[in-house]
């Protein structure tokens, strides 16, 4: 019931985005920085989107971990082929080691900011923004209320393995979440100038894993709020292994457990949805030995009723965002039916990563290995300048690209 209560929210911001009356003009000076560390598959085709944004003024910047990562060369021999006046491309300078390596490049990107810029934005590589992304994403920042806007994470996969309709399932579950007690996606964020000049955001990301989550907390202490931009919802349409989805998932939870004042809360929603299921699963079984059928009737009625309620608001979610991306002309496939039988599955994974993100301390992404204690407490252990995987390595590095 409280899913369906979110959805018809998320509904409603969809439906209220098609109705929008936001003033098309409103196009502050914006800097959007694009954070690497890696060649990834997608980079190519997030330049190509970036570089051609239907935007009159804003300037790209380019932070690239190191100077032997292959995202470096990769990155100028595209500038030398597709001239671009107003991007710079540079390495991060600095260190710390107390957080995370896309804090540290967003840091550096705050610090060199020129005065006359309104908006600061960043991507993930994995992002391919449509020719009006930064037009969509900084929209809800004409409200003087709204200090943080944030696009949306959608999976639409063309693979229909367990793990990659898993995470997909998981993701739109997440996603109804994430837009009702604003949790930022990191993939797409713009700032207004009254967050990204105030000491606070620097203060906070220098201890920090992550960039995204903690936002709401940072905000919070500004007297504003996170405003979503559903014409900015980004579609991927990856694969991924079982494995590397439940460590995805894991990543996830750990972000929200960190950083979110709401996480009790959340983690508590996800035990209680994790443990009843369980239980109610184990009662049938009991009364199916004992005969009792009244009883398995109506445990079965209400696991059936639950998971439709569920299923309801995730289909009704994903023909909202494939009408969206489809007046973008772009494709995006239905949710295949047997999404409906992976919701089974999707919560006894969510628990059991939920209890993963309760326990783990280290992160190892890309060569760095990360020990963490909340709430701010970060330490690199060990660091390497990226290396290009060899074959074998080659698909989980793919599925690990927004960290």
């Not at 570089?51 to 190191?66: G, R």
């Not at 006046?85 to 300078?93: A, G, K």
């Amino acid at each position: 019931m409280l899913y369906l209560f979110w959805g018809q929210k998320v509904a409603n911001l969809y439906l209220a985005q098609r109705l929008q009356n936001s003033d098309p003009a409103y196009t502050p000076r914006a800097t959007v920085i694009l954070p690497l560390r890696g060649n990834d598959p997608f980079l190519i085709d997030c330049l190509t989107g970036l570089l051609n944004q239907d935007y009159p003024e804003y300037a790209v910047k380019i932070v690239v971990d190191h100077v032997d990562d292959p995202a470096f060369s990769v990155v100028n021999q595209y500038l030398v082929e597709h001239l671009h006046p107003h991007c710079q491309v540079s390495l991060r300078n600095h260190s710390s080691g107390k957080c995370g390596l896309k804090n540290e490049a967003l840091i550096q990107a705050v610090n060199e900011l020129d005065e006359a810029t309104e908006v600061f934005a960043w991507l993930d590589s994995d992002v391919v923004p449509h020719r009006s992304w930064l037009r969509d994403l900084v929209a809800p920042l004409q409200k003087s209320h709204i200090g943080v806007a944030s696009g949306i994470r959608w999976y639409a996969p063309r693979d229909a393995n367990p793990g990659t309709l898993v995470r997909a399932v998981w993701n739109a579950a997440a996603v109804i979440q994430m837009l009702s007690l604003e949790i930022a996606w990191g993939g797409s964020i713009a700032l207004s100038r009254q967050v990204f000049q105030n000491p606070l955001l620097v203060s906070s990301w220098s201890k920090m894993m992550w960039d995204d989550t903690g936002l709401k907390a940072i905000s919070s202490k500004m007297d504003l709020n996170i405003g979503f931009a559903p014409a900015a919802t980004m579609v991927n349409q990856e694969s991924i292994s079982f494995r590397s989805c439940f460590h995805f998932i894991a990543r996830q939870l750990m972000n929200v457990r960190f950083y979110h004042p709401h996480w009790r809360w959340i983690a508590g929603l996800g035990i209680v949805a994790f443990s009843s299921k369980l239980i109610l699963m184990c009662l049938t079984l009991v009364f199916l030995i004992q005969g009792h059928w009244l009883e398995v009737g109506i445990i079965t009625a209400i696991l059936i009723l639950a998971s439709g309620c569920i299923a309801a608001v995730l289909f009704r979610t994903d023909t909202q965002v494939r009408q969206l991306v489809q007046a973008r002309e772009e494709k995006l496939q239905r949710l295949p039916l047997r999404t409906t039988g992976i919701l089974w599955l999707t919560i006894y994974v969510y628990g059991a990563a939920l209890f993963a993100a309760l326990r783990t301390q280290t992160i190892n992404w890309r060569g760095v290995i990360y020990q963490i204690s909340p709430p701010h407490q970060i330490q690199i252990t060990h660091y390497e300048p990226y290396q290009q995987p060899d074959t074998s390595s080659q698909q989980l590095e793919i599925e690990n690209t927004s960290l």
